[in-house]
């Protein structure tokens, strides 16, 4: 039976949803093994478990950088170890660790997978073009394989697998390599999350003004629907990119995602088109967005917005 | 402070991106544009260069190099100099191999601080900078919202609930995302002097690199496409539709 590792990050004191996502499809590809990244804990180690995995590596960096000491860790495991494949999601820390590691293995990344299978090489789906097309790449050369896939690319489900056996891992000095995190700055997160509403309300740079954006905090309110964005006014500083959607934000699949100026390019779409119902408001007739609206309003979001969000006020 | 900037020439992105039929390799046309992504790391790098005595900004770029009009246009931000590495044999490069050639020209060059975008237009892997990086046995600073020199390098790291403050030693790597600076345009002059700044062309056996390229794209297809639905002009009432729609599907 082929061993699959998979990396898995610690969000508020659990393992992340893209960890579990992977975790799930790791169990159908071989033997699970998850390199667990943060405190840890025996509650965030038995969901390890109760979603595939047999065993745990545990690494805790502290107030390191990441991705220096966790893939110098992990490079002395594989040599150890060997396993065939290692699945990290296409998330900033998994990103950085998987790169690191690859120099240190001289193996490459194949990223952006949606779809991954594992015989004599891997092989893996993944997303060209920001999405408009599907290309099939394998890997050749020696195991293991890496592969960074795309978060929502598996369904997250527990198997009822039993608590893991745990096993801390040291991590070593990387000496020149090494960086430290000195502060850590939360924005407040008010109101409904993007990853787990029904509803969704996004703006684009076709509000004109971060000031604007509240036309979409308007909107959401009595919806209680949570708010997206686009990377242009993230960028722009408008907004924080805990709301970015699309390719390096986030990847939702809300029952009504509602596009408000936003153009609808590919690496937005790629992170909302499949959403059930999607409506777009736009005043240009030619935007890219309205070919995946279930409804399209032609309208100056200036008016549409306002006079909607008085209405779902009275409804 | 030496300072070293990567940077991609890729097809104009308002331009339909095709596939050559049987390798499945970007067709690259001779003239191609600096990724708008890399515009960024170049203005990041002009002014900490600046801000440091007697600075430099060197450009390291892999790729068909076709006319340099994308390296030019770096070049007319301010760059003083660029090194491109181009090699039939580099032809459909995986991640790895697009890093391990970069790292070879950057310590050809030599560096104090590298810079890259976090991920690039067209091929977008987001994982060559922090492969670079481990090559060169340097902290890879990632993310970057902004970027501060004094003795250590100090950044602002984009997080998924806000930015984490993270400090190392130089030299170093950071890769910028596109709210760290506004780039400049380049002015007539920048323009004029451009044509006359040194390019180094670079061929596989000038590094000591030899290229495996382990990753073999095997098939090609459209992704599967949603269609569209109805489109309402608004004259006003625009809003109403929405409301029916909302109602329709008992969201309200
Ligand atoms: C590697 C890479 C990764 C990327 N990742 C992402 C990502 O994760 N997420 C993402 O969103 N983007 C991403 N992008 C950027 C993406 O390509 C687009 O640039 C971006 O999505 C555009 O944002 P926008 O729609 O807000 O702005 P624009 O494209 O400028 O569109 C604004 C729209 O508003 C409309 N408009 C203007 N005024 C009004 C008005 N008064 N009323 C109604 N409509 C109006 C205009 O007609 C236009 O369609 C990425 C790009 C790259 C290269
Ligand atoms: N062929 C290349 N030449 C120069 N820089 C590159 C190249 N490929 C990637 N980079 C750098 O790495 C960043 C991320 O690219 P990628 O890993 O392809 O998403 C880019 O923004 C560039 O700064």
Redesign the interface.
């Known amino acids: 039976m082929a061993t699959v590792w998979v990396f898995v990050q610690e969000s508020d004191g659990a393992p992340s949803t893209l960890g579990l996502e992977l975790l799930t499809k790791a169990r159908t590809l071989g033997d699970v093994t998850a390199l667990y990244v943060g405190e840890g804990s025996e509650s965030a180690f038995a969901t390890v478990g109760e979603y595939g995995a047999s065993a745990v590596y545990h690494l805790t960096p502290a107030d390191a950088?990441v991705?220096?000491p966790v893939?110098a860790a992990i490079a002395g495991l594989v040599a150890e170890h060997s396993p065939d494949l290692i699945l990290f999601g296409?998330a900033?820390d998994d990103?950085?660790v998987?790169?690191?590691l690859?120099?240190?293995l001289?193996?490459?990344?194949?990223?952006?997978a949606v779809d991954v299978s594992l015989g004599d090489t891997v092989?893996a789906t993944h997303?060209?073009?920001?999405?408009?097309?599907?290309?099939?790449?394998?890997?050749?050369?020696e195991r293991p394989y890496l592969v960074?896939a795309r978060p929502k690319s598996f369904e997250a489900e527990p198997s009822g697998g039993p608590a893991p056996t745990v096993t801390p891992v040291d991590l070593p000095d990387v000496?020149?390599?090494?960086?430290?995190?000195?502060?850590?700055?939360?924005?407040e997160?008010e109101g409904p999350q993007l990853e787990e509403a029904?509803?969704i309300v996004s703006g684009g740079r076709g509000l004109g003004s971060a000031e604007k954006y509240a036309l979409i905090e308007a909107v959401a309110k009595p919806?209680r629907a949570a708010t997206g964005a686009t990377?242009a006014i993230?960028?722009?500083?408008w907004v924080?990119?805990?709301k970015q959607v699309g390719?390096?934000g986030k990847t939702v699949k809300p029952?009504?995602y509602?596009a408000a100026g936003i153009s609808g390019a590919m690496q937005h779409l790629v992170g909302m088109?499949d959403s059930k119902?999607?409506?777009a408001?736009n005043k240009d007739?030619e935007a890219p967005i309205?070919?995946?609206?279930?409804?399209?309003?032609?309208?100056?979001v200036n008016?549409?917005?306002p006079?909607?969000a008085e209405?779902?006020e009275r409804? | 402070m030496k300072v070293v900037v990567c940077v991609k020439q890729i097809p104009d992105p308002a331009s339909e991106y095709t596939l050559e039929p049987d390798s499945h390799w970007l067709v690259r046309p001779t003239e191609q544009v600096l990724d708008d992504t890399d515009r960024y790391g170049v203005e990041m790098g002009l002014q900490l260069a600046q801000e440091a005595e007697g600075g430099t900004v060197t450009l390291v770029s892999m790729g068909p190099a076709g006319n340099m009009q994308g390296i030019r246009q770096a070049l007319a931000m301010g760059a003083d100099k660029a090194v491109v590495v181009d090699d039939a044999e580099l032809r459909g490069s995986d991640a790895l191999t697009t890093a391990r050639i970069l790292a070879a020209a950057i310590r050809r060059e030599g560096f104090d601080l590298v810079i890259a975008g976090t991920e690039s237009t067209d091929g977008y892997s987001g994982v060559v900078p922090q492969m670079v990086a481990e090559l060169l046995d340097v902290p890879a600073l990632t993310y970057a919202t902004s970027v501060e020199i004094a003795e250590t390098v100090t950044i602002h790291r984009q997080t998924m609930s806000g930015y984490d403050t993270v400090e190392a030693a130089l030299p170093a790597l950071v890769s910028v995302t596109a709210g760290v600076v506004e780039p400049r345009y380049p002015t007539f002059k920048g323009i004029m002097d451009a044509k006359k700044k040194p390019v180094d062309t670079l061929t596989v056996s000038d590094l000591d690199v030899d290229p495996v390229i382990d990753q073999k794209v095997t098939e090609v297809t459209p992704a599967p496409e949603r269609s569209a639905g109805t489109i309402v002009e608004d004259d006003g009432e625009g809003h109403l539709a929405i409301i029916a729609k909302l109602r329709e599907l008992k969201v309200i």
Not at chain 1, 290 to 300: N, P, W
């Open positions: 950088l991705s220096g893939a296409q900033y990103r950085d998987a790169g690191r690859a120099a240190r001289e193996r490459t990344v194949l990223s952006n092989a997303e060209i073009f920001g999405g408009a097309q599907l290309a099939m790449s394998t890997i050749t050369g960074l000496g020149a390599a090494a960086a430290r995190v000195t502060g850590s700055h939360v924005e997160k029904a509803v919806l990377r993230v960028d722009a500083g924080p990119y805990a390719q390096t029952a009504v509602i088109k119902t999607i409506i408001i007739p309205f070919s995946v609206a279930d409804l399209g309003i032609v309208g100056d008016s549409v917005l006079k909607l209405e779902l409804s």
